[in-house]
């Protein structure tokens, strides 16, 4: 089951520089593992104590998983999984 | 230093103005490596707060492809204060994810929604560092 991961530039000294991984996985969750396996250190940037982390972004085929099942989101063959830091602030 | 034409930068504090006292917030897009800002794309504050914003994540997923397919980037990220100074907080400092980014700040503390003077200041974000930089503004065509 193989999941095309886009990264974005900021985490792009986990993958060596590459902007797409490949993943494997029947939930978000198992994809982020795979990736975390060929490209270590880049599982902590995304997760914190077990949920993603509150400002990075990740779509499984353009719907935000926050709208889905977040980390338990079912992904299939040939899905799109995209990540994203999110642009935020606060006075 | 940041160079920007009149139009665009109209364009920001008009945005920072009409939101008030919510935060407004958008990118100026340019082509990759050429430090031009030149497409304003105002952004919805999926926050609608005083003290906070973020970008609506789904509308950010589509403007960031477009980027892509144009191959542009986000060469401006701004946002208001509409209570405080135009100075990075410290959760835009924390936040702050594009290091070849000008973070544009416009304050509408003293304006609100009205025509009196905003503050407009740019600022490199790095790694945790801020450092202001000069605001260039340029006559359109020129």
């Not at chain 1, 490949?22 to 490209?39: F, K, M, P, Y």
């Not at chain 2, 919510?22 to 609608?48: H, K, L, Q, Y």
């Not at chain 2, 994810?97 to 503390?109: I, K, N, Q, R």
């Amino acid at each position: 089951m193989a999941v095309e991961v886009r990264i974005p530039t900021i985490l792009r000294t986990y993958t060596g520089g590459a902007k797409a991984v490949e993943g494997s996985g029947a939930t978000l969750a198992e994809v982020i593992d795979s990736v975390e396996r060929t490209n270590p250190g880049i599982k902590p940037r995304l997760l914190d104590g077990g949920d993603l982390r509150r400002f990075i972004n990740v779509y499984v085929n353009d719907e935000d998983v926050r709208f889905l099942g977040g980390l338990a989101t079912s992904v299939g063959d040939g899905d799109v999984v995209v990540v994203l830091p999110a642009v935020a602030g606060g006075a | 230093m940041l160079r920007i034409s009149q139009t665009v930068y109209d364009d920001i504090v008009a945005h920072a103005r009409r939101d008030h006292p919510d935060e407004a917030c958008g990118i100026v897009a340019g082509p990759a490596g050429s430090d031009d800002p030149v497409r304003f794309v105002p952004m919805t504050n999926a926050e609608r707060s005083p003290t906070f914003f973020r970008f609506d994540s789904t509308e950010q997923l589509k403007v960031w492809r477009e980027l892509d397919e144009r191959d542009q980037v986000p060469v401006v990220i701004y946002h208001s204060h509409t209570a405080t100074a135009a100075y990075p907080s410290r959760t835009d400092v924390g936040l702050a994810a594009e290091p070849d980014a000008h973070y544009v700040l416009v304050s509408t503390a003293e304006s609100g929604r009205g025509d009196g003077p905003v503050e407009f200041r740019s600022f490199r974000i790095v790694e945790g560092e801020v450092t202001e930089e000069e605001v260039e503004v340029v006559r359109d065509g020129s």
